[in-house]
């Protein structure tokens, strides 16, 4: 027997689909429609082409949605009432992007399948068990308090799917597993997970903050948009730009896909190569400072897609990490695939490589809400 959910990721201009059998956990159905004006009629496109491949949705049990923030409203994914999506809309300004994309997602399912029930998940929800001394940013209490200004974290969804994971394969309970995970893509953010759930994260109130990114800066000194703005008139809405969307990996080297950082680095490039140096840097702090938090680390694990496929930045980050005992295994962290140890017998704690699967995670997330196995 089938239990479909279908996945929706809307964006700006954007929708991804995903037609799940969560009973086989397979994907039967994938895609994205793209330079979307209408998310009407990009969810019927993608209803055609579902079909098209031969699929109903008869067995159609929920519809997940992608939901980016959440804010400090909700821990766990949500059934959508009137309720909860007037909540999402109340969070527009945390994400101004994002939300208003998910709510044109969410009504256009909502229009289209009125008689099923649909679930959000949220990339934040994950991280809401950081305890406050994690999450509260050292701010003058009307910001804390009026303007919800705290640290939120993102990547929760992959996250947690990859945090199971990382305790099915080490055969442990994952309530007594502590795991510093590594999601390094386009986006990246490191987190602490304690028992499976998140003491602490490097992303904050927004995903700039933390690690090198793609085109995102990660830390900078707070004070250097007031110091742009004495110095070459910067305005707010460009610091923001730029740092967002014109800094990190794009910003050092030129190039934001680390594919062709790597290349160039290899060919003696010398800013690919201090990018390279940069983004090792800053994760060596992150993996040091959560090791710390934590108090034992069980599992040191990579995912996303940087983190999956680029065995150089593997190895000259666990190089860096001799001091918590890893010893990789050079030959496993070069070549294989899927779910896999990259350290050697000697290392005192494994490292993983674990492919994430967001829509999965959401799929799943949506079946264990509308049978009651967590609350609303």
Not at 4 to 26: C, E, H, M, P, T
Not at 36 to 48: I, Q, S, Y
Not at 277 to 306: M, P, Q
Request: proline share 5%; hydrophobic share 45%; with cysteine.
């Amino acid at each position: 027997m089938t239990s479909l959910v279908l996945v929706i990721n809307a964006g700006s201009s954007s929708l991804k689909f995903q037609l799940i059998d969560v009973s086989s956990r397979a994907t039967l159905v994938k895609g994205l429609i793209e330079r979307v004006t209408d998310h009407g009629a990009a969810l019927t496109e993608a209803l055609r082409r579902i079909g098209a491949d031969g699929h109903d949705l008869d067995g159609l049990v929920a519809v997940g949605h992608r939901v980016v923030h959440g804010g400090a409203s909700f821990s766990d994914p949500a059934v959508i009432t009137a309720e909860v999506r007037a909540e999402v809309e109340r969070l527009v300004p945390l994400a101004p992007l994002h939300n208003p994309a998910g709510l044109l997602g969410i009504d256009a399912a909502l229009a289209a399948f009125p008689d099923v029930p649909h679930v959000a998940v949220f990339d934040t929800a994950f991280h809401q068990s950081m305890p406050p001394a994690a999450h509260t940013y050292a701010v003058p209490a009307a910001w804390r308090e009026e303007l919800r200004v705290r640290r939120y974290g993102f990547h929760g969804t992959s996250i947690g799917y990859v945090s199971r994971r990382a305790a099915a394969l080490l055969g442990r309970p994952v309530d007594v597993t502590d795991l510093v995970v590594l999601h390094l893509g386009n986006g990246c953010s490191a987190a602490a997970v304690h028992a499976g759930r998140s003491v602490d994260t490097s992303m904050g109130m927004t995903p700039l903050e933390g690690l090198v990114m793609g085109t995102r800066s990660g830390d900078v000194d707070p004070a250097l948009g007031a110091y742009l703005e004495r110095v070459a008139g910067l305005d707010p809405a460009a610091y923001d730009t730029a740092l967002n969307k014109a800094s990190g990996l794009l910003g050092l080297a030129g190039a934001s896909d680390f594919r062709e950082i790597l290349d160039r680095r290899a060919a003696g490039d010398p800013d690919a190569s201090l990018a390279f140096d940069v983004v090792v840097h800053r994760l060596v702090k992150y993996v040091g400072a959560y090791a710390a938090e934590l108090g034992r680390v069980d599992a040191l694990v990579f995912t996303g897609g940087i983190g999956e496929h680029a065995a150089p930045l593997r190895a000259a980050l666990i190089e860096r990490l001799t001091l918590l005992g890893l010893v990789l295994d050079a030959s496993a962290n070069e070549t294989g695939a899927g779910e896999r140890s990259i350290s050697s017998r000697e290392s005192r704690i494994p490292a993983l490589v674990i492919p994430t699967n967001e829509e999965l995670e959401i799929a799943l997330q949506s079946v264990r809400v509308v049978s009651g196995e967590m609350g609303d």
